[in-house]
């Protein structure tokens, strides 16, 4: 049996930038999944699990790498 593992990430400020600007916050979110997020999860197997306003929760099936140390940019994001 393969052991999954959880990966949760969650956008600091994002109450803050959503009440400054709402719609550019969901654009740059959004853009952020595309052109980032997704490519990086797919890239080690990974798998979107659910999207929770400002949040994501993604699963693996192998040995989860520390996506952050590959792509400075996610730590920052």
């Given at each position: 049996?393969?052991?999954?593992?959880?990966?949760?990430?969650?956008?600091?400020?994002?109450?803050?930038?959503?009440?400054?600007?709402?719609?550019?916050?969901?654009?740059?979110?959004?853009?952020?999944?595309?052109?980032?997020?997704?490519?990086?999860?797919?890239?080690?197997?990974g798998?979107?699990?659910?999207?929770?306003?400002?949040?994501?929760?993604?699963?693996?099936?192998?040995?989860?790498i520390?996506?952050?140390?590959?792509?400075?940019?996610?730590?920052?994001?």
């Amino acid at each position: 049996m393969t052991a999954t593992r959880r990966l949760a990430a969650d956008v600091a400020g994002y109450s803050r930038l959503i009440g400054a600007d709402e719609r550019g916050t969901l654009q740059a979110f959004k853009a952020i999944q595309v052109e980032l997020f997704d490519p990086t999860i797919a890239a080690h197997n990974g798998r979107l699990v659910k999207i929770m306003g400002d949040g994501f929760l993604v699963g693996f099936s192998r040995h989860l790498i520390v996506i952050a140390n590959e792509n400075p940019r996610l730590a920052r994001v």
